[in-house]
């Protein structure tokens, strides 16, 4: 941590001008460190932002870099190697929207990413960040995601990689976190026990000089996720929606979205108006959603059990924010069960066309129980995160989703099978 009060005028992080205490405002230099001295508070960047146009933006790349000037990164980050994320789709989701009763809603489809999931934004962010602190090594703990978007990352930049992964993790998702050719060690424990793991081996000398991008990075990572606030907006035509449904993990991505938005309030380049932030869970591992509705600001710890593993944290850094928006915001949290998950799987595919994973398919579940319960208002405009791929979760449908018959080649069989 000694990095941390020594000024390092080589660092270039374009308008980031330093770290600041969520809870107790303490600033730092901008570094590797993630926690308060003062009072073990999480670090966020702070920004000195200069004059930004919504022209400028639009002519600048078709990836997260056409906001750089709103990101803790240097500016000439489009030139050097990494996997340029960001601008995936807004689908207009009428079918569906037509199916629950509402009168508009979107999908932000993040499942189009390199990777096929948000985290390559957010690691893009925590590159640029190893790079300035000089880490020849990227690294992580991980639901799954984070390790291949990782392993991918790193692989592009020229960097090594080792990656640490609960060892129950999807057929698909641990071959992702391997291919890329870094190092990949799957841990006998749930994702609560390789996070601790991974901060004992930050204070280690084995990993010390290592860039664990949601650890000794976090700060840096987290703000990848503002990308999604402004994508959102600029795609509804320079508009923040009405309300927005999102999966909460660690609650990162969430409590960034919500900073993202009030960012481009502050800066002028989006009308100030309200907007209602709903976080999504699963029964099997609702901490979250548990303490919202039980009106606690403490969120109390859980052993997780659901098939949405890319949401399974037990034990929430950001859970208190994330509360915290939902309050603020008139939002929510709510939580679907696992049979409600493949329900909803089915429901997207069936209706828009797109086969989300099981974090997808707990925020459209969630979506639909706000809509039927009424919390959600019918007649607002609405947007949903899809942040994962179907394919890397095939075993949550992979029983239901068949073949219709299997038959002969031969027109005869066919009518026989058409018939049933
Ligand atoms: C990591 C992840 C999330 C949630 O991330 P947090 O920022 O930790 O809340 C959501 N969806 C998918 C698919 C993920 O991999
Ligand atoms: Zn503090």
């Known amino acids: 941590m000694a990095l941390a009060s020594t000024a390092n005028t080589s660092l270039d992080f374009g308008p980031a001008s330093a770290l600041s205490c969520r809870e107790c405002g303490t600033r730092y230099d901008l570094g590797p460190i993630f926690a308060c001295a003062e009072c073990f508070g999480p670090l966020e960047v702070a920004y000195d932002f200069g004059p930004v146009t919504r022209e400028e933006i639009a002519a600048g790349p078709t990836n997260i870099w056409r906001y750089s000037k709103l990101l803790p990164v240097p500016g000439n980050v489009e030139t050097r190697p990494n996997l340029q994320p960001g601008w995936t789709k807004l689908v207009k989701a009428d079918t569906l ?3 629950l009763g509402l009168r508009s809603l979107y999908i932000k489809d993040d499942s189009g990413n390199p990777t096929h999931s948000f985290k390559d934004r957010v690691v893009a962010i925590a590159l640029e960040a190893a790079r300035n602190f000089g880490f020849h090594t990227l690294s992580c703990s991980s639901t799954g995601n984070l390790a291949g978007a990782v392993g991918a990352a ?27 050719g870094g190092r990949l060690v799957a841990i006998e424990g749930t994702y ?6 991974c901060s004992e081996l930050i204070g280690d000398e084995l990993g010390e000089k290592w860039g664990f991008v949601n650890v000794n990075l976090r700060p840096y990572y987290a703000e990848g996720s503002k990308t999604l606030a402004y994508e959102i907006a600029e795609q509804l035509g320079w508009r923040i929606p009405d309300q927005i449904v999102i999966p909460v993990a660690s609650g990162s991505q969430l409590t960034k979205i919500d900073k993202g938005f009030r960012e481009l309030i502050k800066l002028g380049l989006v009308e100030d108006k309200p907007y209602r932030v709903f976080g999504a869970q699963a029964e099997g591992c609702s901490p979250v959603s548990t303490a919202y509705k039980a009106g606690h600001d403490v969120v109390q710890p859980v052993k997780p059990d659901t098939i949405a593993k890319s949401l399974a944290i037990g034990n929430p850094a950001d859970g208190p924010y994330v509360l915290d928006i939902a309050r603020r915001t008139g939002g929510g949290v709510e939580d679907v069960n696992d049979r409600e998950v493949v329900d909803a799987i089915r429901l997207l595919a069936r209706t828009e066309g797109i086969f989300a994973e099981t974090a997808g398919g707990v925020t459209v579940g969630v979506l639909r129980k706000l809509t039927e319960s009424g ?4 007649e607002a405009e609405t947007v949903l995160l899809n942040t994962g791929d179907g394919l890397k979760t095939l075993d949550a449908v992979a029983a239901e989703a068949r073949p219709a018959a299997v038959i002969r080649p031969s027109l ?3 009518r026989t099978a058409f018939a049933n």
């Open 97 to 99: 929207a037509t199916e």
């Open 154 to 180: 790193a692989a592009r930049a020229g960097l090594d990689s080792c990656v640490f992964i609960p060892s129950d993790l999807e057929a698909a998702k641990i071959t992702m976190a391997s291919v890329y």
């Open 192 to 197: 609560d026990e390789v996070n601790r793991f």
């Open 375 to 378: 919390t959600l208002d019918p």
């Open 412 to 414: 005869a069989a066919f």
